[in-house]
């Protein structure tokens, strides 16, 4: 079975500073991982995912993720917040296998951004 | 453009009343997926469809009903609606999990469903 937490439900930076988002991740099978955000009424939005032996993986918007197996994290960053990255964002998890699949979500972090 | 297609966007329900939730991919990808969307506590997975013809129980089932109808589409029916049910429901595939390069679920805009 898979599970992700996420570490605050909240996270607030002033813009130009440092984004980091927090994710640790619980999976009895090599897992896949995934970033996903979502704005104000609208769908979700895949931020980059790690189907690989790359362990740090580059998004859009200028996100950047990396897999570190030894601390079960993928912890998500931007090195300057703009305005427009606020909204909320989930990391997930799969397995890689038939039946393993399913996407399993954490309960999300809100970002917001102060000018 | 290629995508997830749900409808309805929006629904207001009586308590009991029943209904059911249309999704479409053209992508002609293999595995499809409902979630239910509430605030605090992520996606949580209803069911999903690994194939045509398969269904399987995600986290929370409990009061609701799936149709793989072929390839392309997947229904979800609530059939004596509770206000319990009020939530912002997802729609989802994916292409087959032996193509890693190409891996990714792809996301419905969603139905924002109310029970009174």
């Known amino acids: 079975a898979q599970s992700v937490t996420q570490l605050g439900s909240h996270v607030s930076v002033s813009e130009g500073a440092l984004v980091l988002l927090r994710c640790n991740y619980s999976s009895s099978v090599p897992p896949y991982l995934f970033w996903y955000v979502q704005y104000p009424n609208q769908g979700l939005q895949l931020l980059l995912k790690?189907?690989?032996?790359?362990?740090l993986v580059k998004g859009i918007n200028g996100f950047e993720a990396e897999f570190k197996k030894s601390e079960t994290s993928f912890h998500l960053t931007k090195p300057s917040a703009h305005m427009s990255d606020a909204a909320e964002y989930f990391c997930a998890v799969s397995g890689r296998s038939y039946n393993t699949d399913k996407l399993i979500f954490g309960t999300g972090t809100r970002l917001q951004v102060f000018p | 453009n290629a995508g997830v297609t749900q409808t309805p966007k929006f629904q207001v329900l009586k308590t009991g009343q029943s209904m059911t939730l249309q999704c479409a991919q053209d992508m002609n990808h293999n595995s499809m997926y409902w979630y239910r969307q509430d605030p605090g506590m992520g996606l949580r997975l209803i069911y999903y469809s690994a194939s045509e013809g398969t269904t399987d129980k995600g986290e929370v089932p409990n009061g609701y009903n799936v149709s793989r109808l072929n390839k392309r589409e997947f229904s979800l029916r609530l059939e004596s609606a509770a206000p319990s049910q009020t939530s912002v429901y997802f729609c989802a595939s994916n292409v087959h999990w032996a193509e890693p390069s190409n891996y990714g679920y792809t996301f419905g805009s969603g139905t924002r469903l109310t029970v009174v």
């Open positions: 790690y189907t690989s032996a790359a362990t």
